[in-house]
C-alpha cells in the first residue's frame, strides 16, 4: 500500500460529530470534496485553522462560503519569530514560502493587526493556533513568541471567540501566560499533548482539551491516560489534518472523513458507547466555537 493513498472511508459514526482542528487549505482535495467525504461519515462540521495572514484569510473566506466551515485565525507560534527574525524554518502552512526578511516589531504589529480585523468577522469562531512552541524555535525566538500568544490572548477576550492553543513541549510556560494574562471564556487545548496530571489541571481551569490521531498510536499511552481523566465535557476531537493520521493509517494522508478512527479509539480509552461520545464531543465543539 502507497503511503501517499489515501486510506478508504471508515464505517460512518451513527451521531454526527465535528472535526475541531483541520487544514484544508494543505490537503489534495478540493474543501468541496473534503466536506463529501466528510458528510458521508457523518462529520458534519469542521473548524478550518490559519497559521498566518494569507492563510487565516482564506479559513475565513471558506468559513463565509461554505456553512460546514467554522474559521479560526492566527500567526501560529513559529510565525511570530519568523516575522521579527526572518527565520526560514517555519510552520508547515509557510515553510513553502521560503525564508523572509526580518521585519522586526512593527511587521508583528501589522500581522497581528490583521489577525484582530478577521476575529471581528461572525463566521471566524476561534482565535488560534497560537501558543508556544519550543521544539521548531530555538531560545531566540521565544520572546517573539510569548509577546504574539499573549497578543492573541487579548483578541481572543475582546472579540468574545474561542482561543485555540498550540502547545508543544511548553507545557508549563503556556498555563503561565494563559493564568497570568487571563484566559478568554472558551479556551482549547488543540491537539492535547500533555500528561493526566495536567489534564486535571485544564479540567479544573475549564479548558477543553482536543485529541487527534496521535492518541492512537502505540507509544502514545501518556496521552490515553491523560483522556481518561479529561472530563467527557470538556473533549474534542480533530485531525490536524493532513498531519497525525490515526492508526493504523498512520504516516498516510490524513482529512476529516477519518475522524470516526480516533473517534472509536477516544471511546474505547474513556469506557463510553461511540455514539454517546460522539454526540457530547458534537456539543462540547458547538460550545467551544458558539455555532
Given at each position: 500500500?502507497?503511503?501517499?493513498?489515501?486510506?478508504?472511508?471508515?464505517?460512518?459514526?451513527?451521531?454526527?460529530?465535528?472535526d475541531?482542528?483541520?487544514?484544508?487549505?494543505?490537503?489534495?482535495?478540493?474543501?468541496e470534496?473534503?466536506?463529501?467525504?466528510?458528510?458521508?461519515?457523518?462529520?458534519?462540521?469542521?473548524?478550518?485553522?490559519?497559521?498566518?495572514?494569507?492563510?487565516?484569510?482564506?479559513?475565513?473566506?471558506?468559513?463565509?462560503?461554505?456553512?460546514?466551515?467554522?474559521?479560526?485565525?492566527?500567526?501560529?507560534?513559529?510565525?511570530?519569530?519568523?516575522?521579527?527574525?526572518?527565520?526560514?524554518?517555519?510552520?508547515?502552512?509557510?515553510?513553502?514560502?521560503?525564508?523572509?526578511?526580518?521585519?522586526?516589531?512593527?511587521?508583528?504589529?501589522?500581522?497581528?493587526?490583521?489577525?484582530?480585523?478577521?476575529?471581528?468577522?461572525?463566521?471566524?469562531?476561534?482565535?488560534?493556533?497560537?501558543?508556544?512552541?519550543f521544539?521548531?524555535?530555538?531560545?531566540?525566538?521565544?520572546?517573539?513568541?510569548?509577546?504574539?500568544?499573549?497578543?492573541?490572548?487579548?483578541?481572543?477576550?475582546?472579540?468574545?471567540?474561542?482561543?485555540?492553543?498550540?502547545?508543544?513541549?511548553?507545557h508549563?510556560?503556556?498555563?503561565?501566560?494563559?493564568?497570568?494574562?487571563?484566559?478568554?471564556?472558551?479556551?482549547?487545548?488543540?491537539?492535547?499533548?500533555?500528561?493526566?496530571?495536567?489534564?486535571?489541571?485544564?479540567?479544573?481551569?475549564?479548558?477543553?482539551?482536543?485529541?487527534?490521531?496521535?492518541?492512537?498510536?502505540?507509544?502514545?499511552?501518556?496521552?490515553?491516560?491523560?483522556?481518561?481523566?479529561?472530563?467527557?465535557?470538556?473533549?474534542?476531537?480533530?485531525?490536524?489534518?493532513?498531519?497525525?493520521?490515526?492508526?493504523?493509517?498512520?504516516?498516510?494522508p490524513?482529512?476529516?472523513?477519518?475522524?470516526?478512527?480516533?473517534?472509536?479509539?477516544?471511546?474505547?480509552?474513556?469506557?463510553?458507547?461511540?455514539?454517546?461520545?460522539?454526540?457530547?464531543?458534537?456539543?462540547?465543539?458547538a460550545?467551544?466555537?458558539?455555532?
Open positions: 500500500m502507497s503511503r501517499t493513498e489515501a486510506p478508504p472511508l471508515p464505517e460512518p459514526l451513527r451521531v454526527p460529530v465535528a475541531s482542528h483541520t487544514h484544508l487549505d494543505m490537503q489534495d482535495a478540493t474543501v470534496e473534503a466536506l463529501a467525504r466528510a458528510a458521508a461519515v457523518n462529520v458534519t462540521a469542521v473548524v478550518q485553522v490559519g497559521c498566518d495572514v494569507a492563510g487565516s484569510r482564506w479559513a475565513a473566506e471558506t468559513a463565509a462560503a461554505h456553512p460546514a466551515v467554522h474559521a479560526s485565525v492566527a500567526l501560529h507560534p513559529n510565525e511570530a519569530p519568523r516575522i521579527v527574525h526572518g527565520y526560514a524554518e517555519g510552520t508547515a502552512g509557510t515553510a513553502r514560502q521560503g525564508a523572509r526578511e526580518p521585519g522586526g516589531r512593527a511587521a508583528l504589529d501589522e500581522a497581528l493587526a490583521e489577525i484582530d480585523a478577521l476575529a471581528a468577522l461572525d463566521h471566524v469562531r476561534g482565535v488560534g493556533e497560537t501558543g508556544l512552541d521544539f521548531r524555535t530555538g531560545p531566540e525566538g521565544v520572546a517573539a513568541q510569548e509577546e504574539s500568544f499573549r497578543a492573541h490572548i487579548e483578541i481572543a477576550k475582546r472579540h468574545g471567540k474561542a482561543l485555540v492553543i498550540h502547545d508543544r513541549d511548553a508549563a510556560d503556556v498555563l503561565r501566560v494563559l493564568a497570568d494574562a487571563g484566559a478568554p471564556e472558551r479556551t482549547v487545548f488543540h491537539c492535547y499533548s500533555g500528561d493526566a496530571d495536567m489534564a486535571r489541571i485544564c479540567a479544573r481551569a475549564g479548558y477543553f482539551m482536543s485529541f487527534a490521531g496521535n492518541v492512537t498510536f502505540k507509544n502514545a499511552q501518556p496521552l490515553r491516560d491523560a483522556l481518561a481523566v479529561a472530563p467527557a465535557e470538556l473533549v474534542l476531537v480533530e485531525t490536524d489534518a493532513p498531519f497525525l493520521t490515526p492508526a493504523p493509517y498512520r504516516g498516510r490524513n482529512a476529516p472523513y477519518l475522524i470516526p478512527v480516533t473517534l472509536r479509539a477516544m471511546a474505547e480509552v474513556k469506557g463510553l458507547d461511540e455514539d454517546v461520545l460522539a454526540a457530547a464531543v458534537y456539543d462540547n465543539t460550545r467551544a466555537f458558539d455555532f
